[in-house]
């Protein structure tokens, strides 16, 4: 297995080019996201769903579209300007042209005291408003006065967008892989999680399979909802794993949101890897959710979904704001956190229960897997961990348990399983 | 619901009154105190077991009472007075009148050489003698010569008497409330759990009610097993909660008996409350059980019985002596011990499992249960809790673990409950 | 029970006798322990099974003596002497009769460089060579020349033997004791564990027994294949607890070494005893195992057997080298782990499920088995262990369980349940 297809380079490039688009939950902005996804992946399929679809409890909303929005001062200057950053407009402000004095302005401004530098992502989907988002510093600039404020923006009937990808496997179970593709300008929160899915769907394509995987590129929250609302049932029955993709390109440690119940599969592969392959990782509480996991892990739909983050969602200062840039991401990060995420589909893919076809230890000598020659400096040698994985191959445990079990990596596990399955010494437990 | 329909100054005067009383196993002390209760509550009911009845391995005492006794010394001093402090005479002694030497009299003395103030609370109920109790120094103080020891009790067949309350729910399911009445003047141990029984008692009947109530106010060990032999089989199938009140108005930090088993429904709700409302309370291990609960939790009973004290039998200096008066307890612990009980009353009406009806995360914001604009200091506000709550409506948990899973305590998430049942968005799981 | 017929003493003379014997996993050294074994337990059946006898992934071996072996110098001085120590020809050496220069003799060689005084304890019994262990020391002393190496074995069709001695009891559940016989010079592993399964076994036939016990002295691995594989069906259907016995008379602290799941009887038995009657003791991961346990725990076989020792194999420097010799035992150790041993047996023999005959606590004054006066300072006296022996009593926990449950010394728990018993208050749970 080639774990790096692609460089971390070649991820934060693609990265670059993302960023600037003007992303929402519907719209031209992620249109066009998921089109350059296309080029990318040819295999993408882009769905859309109409405006006023019911999806459970629901309703997909209108479609946003933006062209331009600015202030300008009494002097005509413009001291707001979308075009400029495209956090500065509140997501799905309605649109206006209008004179307003200072008083008026200050009401529909978003900033934040504590980082007078930072422009600040703000939406209101479902209630209809319009707002302009400023530094704090900005703010503290403005005097009395008159203001023109424009946000050239429509909302009407449309579609929501989002992207499938589904790579047969062997079998018909299911690796789930979910990003989503709402936020605009905000680097590891989100365009981290849609590079990271794009190229590890690019790797898996190169990949043998044993499981099929299902892809998707979806508005955060009301696109899951949409999305499961057509397939949980499918989904309930296939998916064995699932991932939220996001947050996985900054520089911090790793972080790891388990699954509701915490003790899945996904879950158990996550932690091992995680444990044997970082320096170290913080596991959250499952109350501290905040992506799409808030849907697959829903009473009733309850998918086994887990999420392997660097710095989590709302745990870094950066977070939904304008200092989640570019430059807080790297090339590095995108490496590490692809090889990880590689490391756990493949403890996945090689996954089994073993039984074993011979009574007692074998002996391993006869097959060249055992050190003839016994003394105390060489206790079993290295057949000392083959000796430990044959002997939990009892047929209930798999290898990430035997992994768990034997203190061993499971890469490790997984070729000793292969030793011993080509010595006919186990068998995989079908049942 | 109101807390606290009588005051903490109400219980202690009450207090007060019960006090002086002369209690045991059975006689007139007992029988008065259960008349004065009837008193405060009209609905209890008085019954009597006659001597030599068989409960299980027990067979029901004679019936024994006092009228006066004392010691006089050799000028006729009276040196030791029943009428002083009924704890002189250890309980259930037989009569005597007789002129006794210092040894002799020595033989029948008990004191507490470590607590020189105090006098010992003795009994000998099911072996036939005669004792007083005094102080240290009162018997540091005696000197040889001749005494004139005079006990006038009665060992007779009689009746041994209980009280109980069954006040009717919805649900034919009870909750079961213990004290005992046999202790003389002795205040923490128990009149407390006696006055404090009551005043539940009539918290209760002033309350909507979804359970069956069982009060009982019997005599320690003998009247649980009395009770329990002509009720266990009915109790089995009906308590699902029970609790042993004693050793409940002492300025103490609360302590907390668990049940045998110490995870059934009591055990949740006690624990939870306590951690919620209290500064800190300590867990004693079953093995340190000392009242009713070891009747009630016995193997083939096996109720779910609790008990929430403030400073545990056995466990204050003051235990079973002359110092666990009046001055021992207060109002003040009284009310807070009534509020801890009512607020383990109310989580156990109020519980329930719930399954939702929608799936994925319910939409709160065209609800008005949900702050419509998004930004990160303000993320999910106040809707998070009720997101998590919902979350864990699986139909398997009830709201005691909902709220020891989402870390909030029963009131709120019982309010939330509520809230998410009137939105239809969750409902009781009925099964 | 009389715990010690034979001494500490007695047992260490023992060991000094079979401590010269040239052992192997066969030949002569081996038959002739076994004899010497059979003088102290005329009850020992010793078993031979032919070379060349197909076991589960095995085949025995030819059998391998031994009359002489050593090295002369140059100057025909003899440097290296089997005589002198059977630890200095590799076991399983083919024969060789030969001058080698230098170079040659240093790549059959075996010394250790961080114990330059030992002797280590080298074999190669399925890869044919030949190879002499010395002291680092001696080995450094070597020069260049010319020497004369001799090692007098035959490697032929023969036989591999074991000792059985199975005491039937009341009951076909076994109890299964397993020692290993192919240790030459080498004192706590393993003559140890050779003397005490022997004076173990002379014990047993002496005791009251209500189960059988299958009592093993067997080559490590290749006999326990070999006797697993014409024995493992009955084994599975009536073993319930086992021990492999070595390493037990070096005066270290205790070892344990638990079974595969390590919740057996014989865990949970061997970990109560040893935590009520050593001063510490260290429980080992399974994963460090080493001796038989690797046969009897592996899947598909998978009996409950432990191992209780002092310094376990392969933890202590003198292990498998000269130093492991009759110093490093002792008498006073051979008898405190006897009477662990002793303790183990005794709880199992004694260990069952109990129910109570009566409900509610029974009334224990009656019965003379209850202080009649009840005062503070002595709260159920000594009734208080029978009442909570008692309380657990419900059908499903067994005596180890109670023990531990109640925090009482098995014994002590045997010693209730008999007075219970007698009293009738309780009865074993046939089921």
Chains 1, 2, 3 share one sequence.
Not at 311 to 331: G, K, Q, V
Request: hydrophobic fraction near 35%.
């Amino acid at each position: 297995m080639i774990f790096l297809i692609c460089t971390g380079n070649e991820m934060y490039t693609t990265a670059e080019r993302l960023f600037p688009l003007s992303r929402s939950i519907t719209g031209d902005g992620t249109r066009l996201t998921l089109k350059i996804l296309q080029e990318l992946l040819p295999e993408l399929k882009i769905y859309g769903i109409p405006s006023g679809t019911r999806c459970f409890d629901w309703i997909v909303p209108l479609e946003w579209n933006i062209t331009d929005a600015y202030i300008l001062d009494a002097s005509g200057k413009k001291i707001v300007d979308f075009k400029q950053n495209n956090l500065h407009v509140m997501g799905y402000s309605i649109p206006i042209d209008a004179i307003v004095d200072y008083t008026e302005l200050n009401k529909h401004l978003y900033s934040l005291p504590c980082q007078p530098d930072a422009i600040p992502y703000v939406t209101s989907y479902y209630s209809p408003q319009w707002g302009f988002c400023i530094t704090q510093h900005q703010r503290d600039s403005l005097r009395d006065g008159k203001y023109k404020v424009v946000i050239k923006s429509t909302l009407a009937e449309g579609i929501l967008n989002y992207g499938e990808i589904v790579i047969p496997g062997q079998s018909e179970k299911e690796i789930l892989l979910s990003t989503y593709i709402c936020h605009p300008s905000l680097a590891n929160d989100n365009i981290s999680g849609i590079i990271m899915t794009t190229y590890l769907a690019k790797w898996i394509l190169h990949q043998p399979r044993r499981y099929t995987y299902r892809i998707l590129f979806i508005p955060e929250t009301i696109g899951a909802i949409v999305y499961l609302s057509k397939h949980h049932e499918q989904m309930k029955e296939k998916v064995i794993a699932g991932f939220v993709i996001t947050c996985c390109a900054d520089n911090g440690d790793f972080s790891f949101m388990p699954s509701k119940g915490g003790q899945s599969l996904a879950d158990n592969v996550a932690r091992h890897v995680l444990k044997w392959n970082t320096k170290e990782f913080r596991e959250y509480s499952f109350l501290e959710r905040g992506s799409d996991e808030r849907q697959y892990c829903s009473p009733g739909i309850d998918l086994p979904v887990v999420s392997i983050m660097r710095s989590m969602y709302r745990m870094y200062p950066e977070y939904h704001t304008s200092l989640d840039n570019l430059s807080f991401i790297s090339a590095e990060a995108f490496r590490e956190s692809f090889s990880i995420y590689c490391k756990c589909l493949n403890a996945i893919e090689k996954n089994n229960k073993y039984r074993v076809n011979c009574l007692c230890e074998p002996q391993l000598g006869k097959r060249g897997l055992f050190s003839q020659i016994s003394m105390k400096n060489n206790y079993l040698g290295d057949s000392r961990d083959l000796l430990n994985v044959f002997m939990y191959c009892d047929g209930t445990l798999d290898l990430i348990e035997i992994a768990n079990q034997t203190n061993l990596p499971i890469e490790r596990v997984i070729k000793i399983a292969d030793i011993l399955t080509k010595a006919e010494l186990i068998s995989v437990n079908h049942y």
